[in-house]
Nanobody
Framework: EVQLVESGGGLVQAGGSLRLSCAASGFIFRDYTISWFRQAPGKEREGVSTISISDGDTYYVDSVKGRFTISSDNAKNTVYLQMNSLNPEDTAVYYC????????????????????WGQGTQVTVSS
């Protein structure tokens, strides 16, 4: 059974940090790209960052560059999203997703076409 389980969300003050984890099981981790998405209340889900497990290539959307860092621990089949300098606009449910293959430069986050999705973890940033 394929599972993606997010953890690490919570309530933090503006300027603070959180580290999200995405634990994967049920598929060959190294064959996939793992991405983070988020959905704020009343808004569409948007991509945040992605990492290709096989080659370590990464991608970030402009709004999080310099603040968020994505990484993987292949021995644990886990991807992390370190989030620093958080602001209230980062408040959302954060999801991880897995897509087969490496990062496509023309469509790095793949949107809703990822193969597997987690259930999400809530991140709330207070002002």
């Amino acid at each position: 059974e394929v599972q993606l389980v997010e953890s690490g969300g919570g309530l933090v003050q503006a300027g603070g940090s959180l580290r999200l984890s995405c634990a994967a099981s049920g598929f060959i981790f190294r064959d996939y790209t793992i991405s983070w998405f988020r959905q704020a209340p009343g808004k569409e889900r948007e991509g945040v960052s992605t990492i290709s497990i096989s080659d370590g290539d990464t991608y970030y959307v402009d709004s999080v560059k310099g603040r968020f860092t994505i990484s993987s621990d292949n021995a644990k089949n886990t991807v992390y999203l370190q989030m620093n300098s958080l602001n209230p606009e980062d408040t959302a449910v954060y999801y991880c997703a897995a897509g087969y293959g490496t990062i496509d430069p023309g469509w790095p986050l793949r949107g809703e076409s990822n193969d597997y999705w987690g259930q999400g973890t809530q991140v709330t940033v207070s002002s």
